[in-house]
């Protein structure tokens, strides 16, 4: 469960997320979307507690972002954000062990590393797992990444664009992962998406932002409308259900 | 190779280095009268008095100067910076002239802490500024280091000069281990206790060198782990410079091949650096005593002109990122 109060940050003059006010379900996986600039990622960095909070308040399981310890909120949620530029030599292995710290504090026991070959298997990378992160492509280090994040065990998952980098079966592949984290081991799951069709199969909500303010927020259908999709990212699109799928058709 | 393998490989150099460093000097000290203990009251002073503490000392600052470097370079997420080329050494330089005109009384571990204390200034300047401009790979990094430190020893030079302390400011710019005896050295034993810690800090310095996100994210405290890490760098760069002079490129050169070699996994790697280091110093060390005997090369040059051509080397030969 995550709930924010009024939420907001800004840089110099410029409001950059904007009194957002939110509260997302546990055991379900909701989708941020939003046009750049509308503070998508900003807002996730407040919950994470990787940005300072201006104003506002951000609660994940009950612990207040701002004033929980930052290692007890490691217990509790994980995020991945976009930018990985990883310069150093670690292995998969290694890499995804490290998500493993705020449990072991460094010292892997047995089921730590159970965890992790779990993780590295549901990523599909058992190939890769001594391999260095700098001799891999950018979809395999995008999904060591996420494993890595998967290991740390929360109930709690923040994902910035996961889908970067990922060709469309990864693409496929890691948002399915996403629905069965949330279905089979309830977690609660927030995704930074780019691409409305991802948000609309496979979110259970959908918040767009525009201007750092929460424009809509809602059940996939509430959302994914030819006049809100219009306003909020300024095109003309078309919306059709095929077969029980909403998706979404930019007009030429 | 296994860990157990090459760490026993890396020791067994060492040792085979730091016996050499016995047997090597003006002084005549044969290997046969050591191993059957047929050694004079003479020879015995030899030992104790200048090459044990030589050797010691040379160890030491290896150890510690390599592993510091390798902090930097985790701190600031760029292979290509060392405590000598981003203005650390000149700023301990700083606080060593600045403590010997206002205080020149006080005793030499006070002097150190001084010098550590301005060495920690300029590290924590030179991450201000790349956290400042954001750049966290990249050429651009060590650039900035070198402008800095540039700037810092022209300072430094130029007070030396007013006050009449260029010799000084020689003796603690240029690595030599030829003025170590019993009882000039001892303050390198710090670094010992440095490099322990550092080792275990590693796992959270590895999770530093991942970037400030992935650190938070796993709930280790950032800017305590810089601080942390830049404390270690700064008092190992003020002990070396106030014992035996800057050695260059040992902190670029031992941690780049051990990358290459074994990775970045610091709790795995702090041990081969440490050991590389000690090794390479002990090693051009050891040149700069045979080269023109029984005169001395400074170890801060061969290691500058030893050094420049690895890294050199290793600079051409590093596998571009695929991606």
């Given amino acids: ?252 | 190779m296994t860990n157990r393998s090459i760490l026993a490989t890396a020791s067994l150099a060492v040792a085979a280095l730091s016996i050499a460093s016995l047997m090597i000097g003006a002084g005549d000290l044969s290997p046969v009268s050591l191993a059957t203990g047929g050694l004079t009251a003479e020879d015995l002073r030899l030992l104790f008095v200048s090459r044990f503490p030589r050797t010691f000392a040379t160890l030491l600052a290896g150890a510690g100067l390599a592993v510091a470097g390798l902090i930097m370079q985790m701190l600031s997420s760029n292979r290509f910076v060392e405590p000598s080329t981003i203005g650390v050494s000149e700023s301990a330089a700083l606080g060593m002239l600045t403590v010997t005109l206002l205080a020149p009384g006080l005793p030499i571990f006070a002097k150190m802490l001084v010098a550590a204390l301005f060495g920690l200034a300029g590290a924590a300047l030179f991450m201000a500024i790349i956290h400042r401009l954001r750049l966290r790979s990249g050429l651009l990094v060590p650039l900035i280091g070198l402008i800095l430190s540039g700037i810092i020893g022209a300072f430094v030079n130029f007070l030396a000069y007013r006050f009449d302390l260029m010799q000084s400011l020689g003796s603690w710019l240029t690595g030599d281990f030829s003025m170590v005896l019993a009882g000039r050295y001892e303050l390198l034993w710090l670094a010992l206790g440095l490099t322990a810690l550092a080792i275990l800090a590693a796992d959270r310095f590895t999770l530093a060198g991942l970037g400030r996100d992935v650190a938070v994210g796993l709930g280790v405290p950032y800017g305590v782990t810089v601080a942390i890490g830049l404390v270690i760098v700064s008092l190992v760069s003020a002990v070396t410079i106030v014992s035996v002079g800057v050695i260059p490129f040992v902190g670029l050169v031992v941690p780049n091949i051990v990358s290459m070699l074994a990775g970045d996994n610091g709790r795995q790697t702090i041990p081969y650096v440490l050991l590389g280091g000690a090794a390479l110093v002990l090693a051009c060390d050891i040149l700069g005593r045979v080269i023109r005997m029984p005169y001395e090369i400074p170890v801060g040059t061969t290691m500058g002109v030893l050094g420049a051509v690895v890294f050199l080397t290793l600079l051409f030969r590093r596998r571009p990122a695929h991606g």
């Fill in chain 1, 1 to 252: 469960m995550i709930e924010t109060n009024a939420l907001s940050k800004r840089y110099g003059d410029t409001v950059v997320v904007d009194g957002v006010t939110l509260s997302l379900p546990a055991a379900e996986v909701t989708a941020i979307i939003g046009p750049n600039g509308a503070g998508k990622s900003t807002f996730l960095s407040m919950i994470a507690r990787l940005l300072s909070i201006d104003t506002g308040t951000a609660h994940v399981c009950g612990m207040d972002v701002a004033k929980a310890p930052s290692d007890a909120l490691a217990l509790k949620l994980a995020v991945l954000r976009q930018d990985n530029q990883i310069v150093a030599r670690l292995t998969v292995r290694d890499l995804v062990g490290f998500g493993r710290f705020p449990h072991s504090r460094g010292r892997l026991t047995g089921e730590d590393r159970a965890m992790v070959e779990e993780a590295i298997g549901f990523l599909g990378l058992q190939d890769f797992a001594e391999r260095y992160l700098d001799e891999l492509s950018g979809g395999q280090r995008q999904r060591a990444f996420v494993a890595m994040v998967l290991a740390q065990d929360t109930q709690t998952i923040l994902l910035d664009e996961p889908l970067n980098n990922l060709d469309i079966r990864h693409a496929v592949a890691m948002m399915r992962l996403v629905r069965r984290a949330a279905d089979e081991l309830g977690k609660t799951i927030v995704v930074v998406l780019h691409d409305i069709n991802f948000a609309a199969a496979y979110a259970d909500r959908i918040v767009a932002m525009k201007n750092g303010r929460v424009a809509v927020e809602g059940r996939v259908e509430d959302v994914v409308t030819e006049t809100i999709i219009g306003e909020i990212f300024g095109i003309e699109a078309s919306i059709r259900q095929v077969d029980d799928q909403i998706v979404c058709l930019f007009r030429r």
